[in-house]
T-cell receptor, first 110, second 112 residues
Framework: RKEVEQDPGPFNVPEGATVAFNCTYS??????FFWYRQDCRKEPKLLMS???SGNEDGRFTAQLNRASQYISLLIRDSKLSDSATYLC???????????FGAGTTVTVRA | NAGVTQTPKFQVLKTGQSMTLQCAQD?????MSWYRQDPGMGLRLIHY???????DQGEVPNGYNVSRSTTEDFPLRLLSAAPSQTSVYFC???????????FGPGTRLTVT
């Protein structure tokens, strides 16, 4: 079983729509959670960290559900520039290793 | 600051050849790591280092060696290239692990 699993999508949404997707993780001892964004043929870049209480950054909202072992990302008022692959990243509880999901692809159309 | 730099950007090798992928960072980060990214599989950790002189294996270390003689540099050596090592390789660094990982632009490697 993969440590981090994501729905690959693609999610095709019109501009202005809201899109949300989840990521599940298998290690209940995981301590830190992140969403990274990766544009086509580019390196990943940090979008936001995910805190236990949930957090927002502009149009982006991240939630953590420890009981069910998943994190979510919601994008409001989608822009064309939001088109990218979103990577779920989890730091295990006992080591120095990050685990990456395979990514969820979002395409925003005009 | 240049951030994280990787060379080369593209490389084609024949099976059995060896080569070194270079990675350097100018942010004085202690933690550095190498990943490979294959379609549908996400980034997989090859090797990582928590400081100069300290390295450890990640999820897929076979066929690769690393060394960390300085804080700035973390080269990845392919010992005897195989077609299964065709991939995009990313180097990353951070001040400490829960912090933001800064990635280099990647090296696209093809082994024929």
């Amino acid at each position: 079983r993969k440590e981090v699993e994501q729905d690959p999508g693609p999610f095709n949404v019109p501009e202005g729509a809201t899109v949300a997707f989840n990521c599940t993780y298998s290690n209940s001892a995981s301590q830190s959670f992140f969403w990274y964004r990766q544009d086509c043929r580019k390196e990943p870049k940090l979008l936001m960290s995910v805190y236990s209480s949930g957090n927002e950054d502009g149009r982006f909202t991240a939630q953590l559900n420890r009981a069910s072992q998943y994190i979510s990302l919601l994008i409001r008022d989608s822009k064309l520039s939001d088109s990218a692959t979103y990577l779920c990243v989890v730091l295990g509880g006992n080591d120095y290793k990050l685990s990456f999901g395979a990514g969820t692809t979002v395409t925003v159309r005009a | 600051n240049a951030g994280v730099t990787q060379t080369p950007k593209f490389q084609v090798l024949k099976t059995g050849q060896s080569m070194t992928l270079q990675c350097a960072q100018d942010m004085n980060h202690e933690y550095m790591s190498w990943y490979r990214q294959d379609p549908g599989m996400g980034l997989r950790l090859i090797h990582y280092s928590v400081g100069a002189g300290i390295t450890d294996q990640g999820e897929v270390p076979n066929g690769y060696n690393v060394s960390r003689s300085t804080t700035e540099d973390f080269p990845l050596r392919l010992l005897s290239a195989a077609p299964s090592q065709t991939s995009v390789y990313f180097c990353a660094s951070s001040g400490d692990l829960p912090s933001e990982q800064y990635f280099g632009p990647g090296t696209r490697l093809t082994v024929t």
